[in-house]
C-alpha cells in the first residue's frame, strides 16, 4: 500500500515536493522501483520518474531538469521535488510500485494527491 | 517516439455485455511489453493486464489480453457495472514509459 502526502497548493514558481509512504512492505525489497505519475486533463497519464532503493534514479527527459527524486529507507518512504512549477504542473500525482524492472509494469498505486498551482 | 493509439474514445454497452479495447502502436512493440490498467472515477489506475496477456494478481478472469507486434486487445466479458471505467494501455520497458490516450466504457 502506498499513501501520497503533500501540500494542497503550490505557488507558481515555488517547489512542489511530495512524500510516499510505502506500507505492508519494505522499500528496499529487491526486484522493485518506485515511481511517480501526474494525471492532469490536457496530458492524460505522464511518467515523472522511478527510482531504487539504493538512490539510482530515472527521470522523465521532458522534466529532467526540474526533477529530482530520493529515497530515506529509514522511515520506508520516497520523495519528489519539482522546482520552478507553473499552472501545467496542476495534476493528480500517483506515486507506484514498479514492478520486475526499472520501466515495469505499475502494480500497486497511491490513491493520489491532487496539486494546484496558482499564482 | 511511439504513439499508442486507443479505440475508441468512448464506447457505450449495458452489463452481461462484451467488449474488446483496441491499442494500436506507430511501431513494433518489443518484447509484447504491454500493459492495460483500469481507472475508476475517484481512483487511481489499476493493473489489469501485463506482457500484453498476463492477468495481474487478483484480477477476474473475464478480463483477457492479446496481441504482438503493433496490435494489442483488451477483451471483457459479461460486464459488470464496476468495470464501466477509463482504460489505458501502456508501454513499458526498456524505455521510458509511453500511455494511451484511454478509451472511456460507460454505462449504456
Not at chain 1, 502506498?2 to 529487491?30: A, H, K, M, N, Y
Not at chain 2, 504513439?3 to 454497452?13: E, G
Amino acid at each position: 500500500q502506498l499513501q501520497e502526502s503533500g501540500p494542497g497548493l503550490v505557488r507558481t514558481s515555488d517547489t512542489l515536493s511530495l512524500t510516499c509512504s510505502v506500507f505492508g512492505g519494505s522499500i528496499s525489497s529487491r526486484g522493485f522501483y518506485w515511481g511517480w505519475i501526474r494525471q492532469s486533463p490536457g496530458k492524460g497519464l505522464e511518467w515523472i520518474g522511478s527510482l531504487y532503493y539504493s538512490g539510482r534514479t530515472y527521470y522523465n527527459p521532458s522534466l529532467k531538469s526540474r526533477v529530482t527524486m530520493s529515497v530515506d529507507t529509514s522511515k520506508n518512504q520516497f520523495s519528489l521535488n519539482l522546482t520552478s512549477v507553473n499552472a501545467a504542473d496542476t495534476a493528480m500525482y500517483f506515486c507506484a510500485r514498479v514492478s520486475r524492472f526499472v520501466y515495469g509494469p505499475l502494480d500497486s498505486w497511491g490513491q493520489g494527491i491532487l496539486v494546484p498551482v496558482s499564482s | 517516439d511511439i504513439v499508442l493509439t486507443q479505440s475508441p474514445d468512448t464506447v457505450s454497452l449495458s452489463p452481461g455485455e462484451r467488449v474488446t479495447l483496441s491499442c494500436r502502436a506507430s511501431q513494433s512493440v518489443s518484447g509484447n511489453n504491454l500493459a492495460w490498467y483500469q481507472q475508476r472515477p475517484g481512483q487511481a489506475p489499476r493493473l489489469l493486464i501485463y506482457a500484453a496477456s498476463n492477468r495481474a494478481s487478483g484480477i477476474p478472469d473475464r478480463f483477457s489480453g492479446s496481441g504482438s507486434g503493433t496490435d494489442f486487445t483488451l477483451t471483457i466479458r459479461s460486464l459488470e457495472a464496476a468495470d464501466f471505467a477509463v482504460y489505458y494501455c501502456q508501454l513499458y520497458g526498456p524505455s521510458p514509459y509511453i500511455f494511451g490516450q484511454g478509451t472511456r466504457l460507460e454505462i449504456k
